[in-house]
């Protein structure tokens, strides 16, 4: 990492935290590969997340190493830009198998992913990529839906569906994952039958305002049992702090709650994470939805090194 | 209502809530119309809610049916679009009184108003409908300010001076009114007198932050009686959260108290509602301001579904 | 049409010049229908165009019914809204379905289709719908682009193949074809072989700038033989003038030359058009691109009329 | 005028030009004032103008004084900022007689009146002070549209109505009246023969693209005749070039185009102008529609110093 | 100050709360002059602070005089516009001296000083004159970030040195100052030994998030001693608050946090203070940095003349 | 250069056109190397091109490598991304060292800079390493200002006097060197005097307007002698189509002109050229300042390999 103090925050080509630019890693070895997968055409409503690697490249040139709240420090973990998935607009199925097989070859490298979204379809095929090191993981989804619809206009995958299909594929285990930051009306009330039979354990907004976050984030340590992926969907924060994204849905999470939610992760074993639906066209003009997915990003990567996964140094 | 996994919300002509776009209630019979108020020529600052229904009907196309906090189910409940009343720009009472026609017919058909304005003037003209009908009702104002100064510039109407004119006219009943959300500063200490004269009891957000949301939402269904009129002008939620408004005033409710507020209206008898002060000019390029107030709307939609009023499903 | 000295324009449900909405053409049997179709997945670059029908309905609010310079009257003509083809995010080949199916149902009622798009790859499913009821027509193509390319990360369609295929599919007949517009960088010296070989007659806007603009529209006249459609992509126009377009190109039309040029299809036998890649969330906060292409669309509708196709009233 | 090499131009209270801020005027006896009329409740389309003045000030500091191209210098001609009109948001006729009050009270000190909108309805009131000094005086309109309407929505004033009503009341003299710069569509034929009717001569977009701007500005110096008003409605440009404005037309006048024609205002008996209808909130974040608006009033402004009326210094 | 109910917000030269505008303080003597220092190149990230004077004096113009929660009431206490010191863009140590040089002028005339930055770095020099009339002073930092680093890029001054210098030089006594706020990454954990070394007790907004703002406010009042000056860096509070600004961090202060945290001035011997960081090219369209800055103008006012310090009345 | 229909524009590190990133030109031995100037602080009005370089690379990702107009194929030509100079914000002079260093150690690896700034102070300390290698260079300036004060607030350096210093330091031969795209007003005739005596050959929007482009681009092509440099100012161009800038100026080129401006440089002996001003904080949401600047930037490296200069394939 560029020392900021030596070379200006604004200078130079904006790798992640101005980390080396590496396509090979077997060669590089590094602990964590910042990975971006810009693919947003399975969405709902509006576009952009396409840019969202980009975006939170740029954002994460303000980052310094050390955390004083966790008192993690960044500096001797080697961390490198592993550049973006080659996606296929328009193909949401061939997008997938190219996304597959690149997060397969990071895990087979023994590196961390830190993946960079990308709408929230694109994390149905990571986690296949996941499952098939490590079997069904646990998954830490917060997020401002449940994403556990079927289908969508006739076709199976959609950022509304990831994990409808992530739990009939055997991808992750719903009776240790926990979904945080619910909101918003659905289609019926056949929908919280569907979210009940699911399986996962979920809190909404409504009840994490009354139990408070620091509750939340110990039933979030307790529920989790062995690998465990963080599934980060920008949208679980409210439009104010995060306004550029596919589907905001006022009433959500504060910048704080968000990022004491994601230093919950610290301890568990955490096998990877990706941090989705950061849409740039619908940030303001100062890029706060991108800095505040870069500051996730950090508290993220510092929970994988207080952690007893691949990027730990417990 | 246009089924969202079939059609793309991004998709088609954008009434509110793809609801029928509807000129003659007589012969729809809906439970609900949803009327714009386009008119912000009376505003002390900056003007712009003339594209404010526009916009709500915009950002609903997000809106799903069902609300799993207060489980209210909006399928089964007609709703209209009844496209806005043609107001005359820079003729502020004769707008009024093409605004004042246009809700007496809603009125006329038992159908439920849900309005969106336009700027604050604007309610006085709907309260005259109401009160002809109800005779004066209970004011639930959910606001920045009291809008209760006697005339602006030498001229009577303005969206200062709306509840002054309201209880002069005897619209409203101020000994079963309330008031939430007042902060920012004052002309002087006479200010306060008048606030205290008129009778109103009020919860400024100094008393809101210490008193709690919940306790402030218990209070406003003891205090009002009988037919209910909520005005709920978006100013009262802070500019981070809307920032979209003439009269931005820092230090507002957070979204998640200015939902949870409407929330209170349940129970209540409320024959009807407006929405105002959305000022797309100055809203964010996500829409911010918009989809909270769509949000805010259905929120109020499932509450007046829940009341006593013409609406309710008791 | 509403009459805007009686219903301001910023008021009402924002259908296409505020006309009727409609779904069934054969009762209501219009001349012209307006339809949407809101793609915008195989885009090489920036997402948006799938809210460009929504944006050329809200500009076309200030839109007026009579043509000063072509002395066109569109008043008597019957315009409705057709709302917009249902298509599948993320499924460029059951999107490309859906429009041909919904375009062929308006060929078979005799409506001139004004459509909006949409990323440029929906022209070819529209143009199959034209080819199948008139055979192979004349295209009229004013781009930055020549879209000839065959394909694009191992796919076929995109919005660079469009022009390709429809050749490739017979549904064109390049040796009555035009494009105007293009510029900016190719691949290669190869790509000015494939734009000759392809067999349209091309204009860039070098040669364009010195022939001068009314030369251009005279040989497009000459050039077009039989039914004809034209396809006007916004990014034809210089981004000083429609900076909301996916793969901007500096050094393009004015506005003048853009709206010029359109009317030069007067005479022809125009059997439809479409205006595709206005990508709303890159446009201006005035909305300029999408004012520019209302306007755009409101020539190509005059010259509709003013030809021998089936909205014409010569 | 401060010294913008000894005080950066981003520094102070920005008055027009940096100059004094005056409201004495008979005391300080200036040349030329400029006043702020911020009105625009009377738009049919997007509000804004309000903060026009406000605009135009800011901007205002890039000025500099002397001009190469005409070789006027205005370092010696003492220019004011005399604030703004108070006007009444939401009544456009008690808003005219304050405007009309202080134009007159202006042109009573023999100061020349450079005046900055505001919506183009206020320049009735202008008008109205100016004709009561001169008479009827030659009116050059610079205007995308002819406002030659007769009322709006039932109401006689309006942006729409100016020049109709400045005719009916005999504040202007059509017969040495000219009109450059309309295009866009009308309500109908009848249109076309009101224009004729008014007896205004007006060069359309199309006719002066034709002729040149040369031969239009020789034409507007062979027009008028005696006491000349210029009024310079901003949407004759572009939106290219000029987005901020409330009813944007595209196809008009380039920014070369339009200082052009401005000076060709040099050498008649100029005894005021307004610049109308810039409104910030449309502009791009650059501002480009108030800098263009600036260059234009120091366009106007040099062209009154070589002109023979009460700033002439022929 | 103007009358807002005779002359619309919206009109007339912004200087800071409509106040006179004033040169010679000697001769107005007032109890108040707002000052503005554009000076923001000594900036590691993003520019843009020199525009922070102005947009605070236009959104100033929506302030009222009387404190209803504070019962402070301006309208007896003078406030003039002194207009910004005339920076050097460019060369940060002669800025500095002309910074010094005017405030050491304000202090001279017993005036209370009111300052509007620029960037962080300008309070240095601010400290520089105010330390020269009251020696060391107790210092309030209201900031994200701690700014005792040493050096960037090997030069002493920068926004990130300015409270190390202020203490090397004896300008600020640390045992009696106090920082609030601060958040995020650090270089390394030498930084943490950094800012307890300085002698300032701190309070990040973990700490203050578990104690609330009522205990954090008691600390202040209780920490400061004699002479204080607070500095206020707009970037304490979140980016959704405050988008604009040069170094953003997710997690601040929400702005009911900012202005309480203000109000706890009241009671000490406030004896001037600056509002600093305000960026306006990276703010919202509504301005909402501006617009909480000039709230907290007023609070810091309020507190001043609630306080025993030159604006004192108590 | 990644191939950008197997991976698409919008992925991956945003290098210059998807060039390799080299620190180490020696080794790479690259024919051009791309390289950012990210300083912004001697700015007279608007800072923000410390962005410029960031913002030029990300709009690089659209450009193709043939050039169909000039018959240029930039394939065959190896192009690195070279980084940026590590400025030191707040501290002209010391900037400049290091800028002067950086460029010279380019040119003595033969390699021809291509630069991006940064503000146009930087071209001087550019203009030292290119006048230390080639001796007094003909320059080619396109731009609004002549740039030949002396100095500003009392100091020698600053983006308005930069030509000045590279005539006074014997940097360039004003006889051969020629300017072009000069308006807008200046502080007296004392100054046109300044131009004429600079001895520099320049032609006014204006002039250029009357003898059209193509004489223009003659007349330079004439004018230089021998090693040639080229700044290109990007507020050259009008701000309708480059509204990012620090100094904007009504009246400008537009594109095309700007473009085929640039082409003119074909056939000299370029040795380098920068393109500065783009100030991306102002530029629009389409980024069309910095689309408009990579096309300008390829338009130059097209020229730069049809010269005579160390990147000529002539």
Not at 43 to 70: D, E, H, M, Q, W
Not at 242 to 256: D, F, K, N, V
Request: hydrophobic content about 35%; proline content about 9%.
């Amino acid at each position: 990492m560029i020392d900021p103090q030596e070379v200006p925050r604004f200078a130079g080509v904006p790798t992640f935290m101005r980390s080396p630019h590496v396509y090979d890693l077997e060669t590089a070895s590094p602990d964590i590969a910042f990975l971006g997968v810009p693919y947003d055409d399975a969405t709902s409503f509006r576009p952009g997340a396409r840019f969202g690697p980009r975006a939170i490249r740029l954002a994460s040139t303000l980052l310094k190493p050390y955390n004083p709240v966790t008192e993690t420090d960044l500096s001797p973990v080697t961390i490198v830009d592993h550049d973006d998935v080659p996606v296929v607009p328009g193909y949401t199925e061939e997008t997938f198998a190219r996304i597959e097989a690149r997060v397969s070859s990071v895990l087979e490298t023994d590196v961390f992913p830190a993946i960079a979204g990308g709408d929230h379809s694109t994390t149905l095929a990571v986690l296949r990529a996941v499952a098939e090191k490590y079997g069904p993981v646990s998954l830490v989804q917060i997020d401002a839906h449940s994403d556990l619809w079927t289908e969508y206009f006739g076709e199976p995958y959609s950022h509304g569906t990831t994990v409808h299909h992530a739990i009939e594929e055997g991808l992750i285990d719903p009776s240790s994952s926990i979904r945080i930051g619910e909101r918003g009306g659905l289609y019926g009330p056949e929908d919280v039958d569907r979210h009940d039979d699911a399986g996962i354990e979920y809190y909404p907004i409504d009840e994490l305002e009354d139990r408070g976050i620091e509750e939340i984030g110990d039933r979030l340590r307790e529920r989790v049992d062995g690998p465990t992926f963080a599934t980060l969907d920008i949208d679980a924060v409210d439009p104010a702090y995060a306004p550029g994204t596919g589907t905001p849905s006022p009433g959500g999470l504060t910048s704080r709650e968000f990022l004491r939610l994601i230093r919950s992760l610290r301890g568990t074993t955490l096998v990877g994470f990706d941090l989705v639906e950061v849409a740039p066209p619908y940030d303001d003009a100062a890029g706060s939805t991108a800095t505040l997915a870069a500051s996730a990003t950090f508290e993220a990567l510092c929970a994988a090194v207080d952690s007893s996964g691949p990027a730990g140094r417990q």
